[in-house]
């Protein structure tokens, strides 16, 4: 690899000097932040530094589900924080979306609001019976974060193809993306808008002076006035101080299905499981409950018995009537900690960071961004 010191005049001139902004990772949340901070300083020097040959996280890997909360999972989350935590947290998630479908358009990454549904199954009745019975509090709760009246009700089991439903309840609110097309259009903005993308480097560790930042990068040393941390669930290396862990999420996709028998986005099992249509394909993701020790890990490896586990499920819940075949599988990093709140913050007068978007930062990311664009000043 070319040290910094072996590149040429312009290659130093045009994206290492005088750097106003240096991003460190082209998540959505990376490129979001850039994107904000151009519109904040539009004569700006600013460059993302992305360790892989693609952005090598959650973005361009996740399930593409643009959600805000599953019933099940919001009557979880309040066992662990405060109605009021909630509430806050549910209305960032859907502000993020507005603002991620408003900068890249809904046409552009293929948004489709289809609602999403929870299916319950034999082993999940109580759950469903809990969600059942506090349906008025859910949606005064989503009405109050996002303004959207009735988000769930309940749908007939029977509108569905799946075995062993005992109930389903749907959310108007929220729809599915191509998760592919919305890293492009970012990626195209952000080159329309002359921030530079540098893939292939890593910055290894990094020190906070008074009026620039040193980093320690994969291609030797780099300097810039402010430095913004998007590293989300690979962080641990460069900010061992935050609560963050790396959380690996697997997926699995099948082969095309002639007549596929349904459409949209579902959650199940308190969101540990989601599954998806992407045209006439399944996208089905999860499991990682099975394993919590064993998944929090930043490999990117697909393990035997989750993969066992989705494809299970495939064939006795979601297509139970329909020989299926898997084509490819893959797996993504996720950050997680001990609450789901986004860690965003200043941790030095130059350093920011934005990261811990749990499994909902495509609905958090744009938010983030501009959070971390309101920081700089
Ligand atoms: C399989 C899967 C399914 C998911 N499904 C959904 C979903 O349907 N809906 C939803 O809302 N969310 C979903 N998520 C979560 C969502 O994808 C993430 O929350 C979101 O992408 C996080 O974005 P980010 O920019 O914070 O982090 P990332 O996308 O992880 O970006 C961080 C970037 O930083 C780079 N980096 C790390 N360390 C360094 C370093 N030292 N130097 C340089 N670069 C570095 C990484 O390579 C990476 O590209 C899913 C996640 C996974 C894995």
């Known amino acids: 690899m070319l040290t910094i010191n072996k590149l040429s005049f312009w290659e130093k001139e045009l994206y290492f000097k005088d750097v106003d902004f240096m991003i460190c ?8 932040a850039a994107l904000e ?15 892989g040959y693609l952005p090598t996280g959650a973005s361009t890997k996740n399930a593409g589900f643009a959600c805000f909360g599953s019933p099940s999972e919001i009557l979880d989350d309040l066992s662990h924080s405060t109605e009021s935590e909630i509430t806050a947290l549910v209305a960032r998630r859907h502000e993020g979306l507005q603002r991620l479908l408003e900068r890249c358009g809904e046409k552009d990454i293929d948004y489709l609001p289809l609602g999403s549904f929870e299916l319950f199954t034999e082993t999940n009745r109580k ?5 059942l019975e506090k349906i008025n509090f859910l949606n005064q709760l989503a009405f109050k974060a996002t303004g959207i009246e009735d988000c769930y009700s309940p749908v007939s089991v029977n509108e569905f193809p799946f075995a062993q439903t005992v109930g389903m309840l749907r959310n108007k ?6 998760t592919g097309l919305m890293m492009h259009k970012l990626h195209q903005l952000a080159v329309d808008q002359s921030i530079h993308v540098l893939f292939g480097i890593e910055i290894i560790e990094w020190e906070s002076y008074e009026e620039h930042v040193i980093i320690n990068s994969s291609i030797g040393e780099i300097s810039c006035a402010k430095l913004i941390i998007a590293t989300n669930g690979l962080s641990s290396n460069i900010l061992p101080e935050e609560d963050v862990s790396p959380a690996r999420a697997q997926v699995i996709i099948t082969r095309p299905i ?37 998944e929090t890990t930043d490999q ?8 066992s586990a989705l494809t299970q499920l495939l064939s006795t819940v979601i297509l139970p009537q329909i020989p299926v075949e898997i084509e490819h599988q893959w797996s993504g990093i996720m950050g997680v900690g001990k609450t789901k709140q986004p860690i965003v913050k200043k941790i030095s007068p130059l350093v920011t960071v934005g990261i811990r978007m749990g499994g909902m930062g495509v609905a958090l990311g744009s938010l983030i961004g501009k959070e971390l664009a309101d920081l700089q000043n």
């Open 300 to 307: 990117f490896e697909n393990t035997p018995s989750i993969l």
């Open 127 to 131: 759950t469903y019976s809990n969600c």
């Open 258 to 294: 002639q007549n596929l028998p349904f459409q949209g986005t579902f959650h199940y099992d308190a969101g540990y499981y989601y599954f998806r249509n992407i045209g006439n394909r399944v996208l089905l993701g999860g499991g990682r409950n099975l394993d919590m020790e064993g």
């Open 37 to 51: 901070i151009r519109s904040k300083f539009p004569d700006a020097k600013i460059v993302i530094l992305e360790r």
């Open 25 to 32: 990772g082209a998540g959505i949340v990376g490129y979001s």
């Open 173 to 178: 609110g929220e729809g599915q993306i191509n």
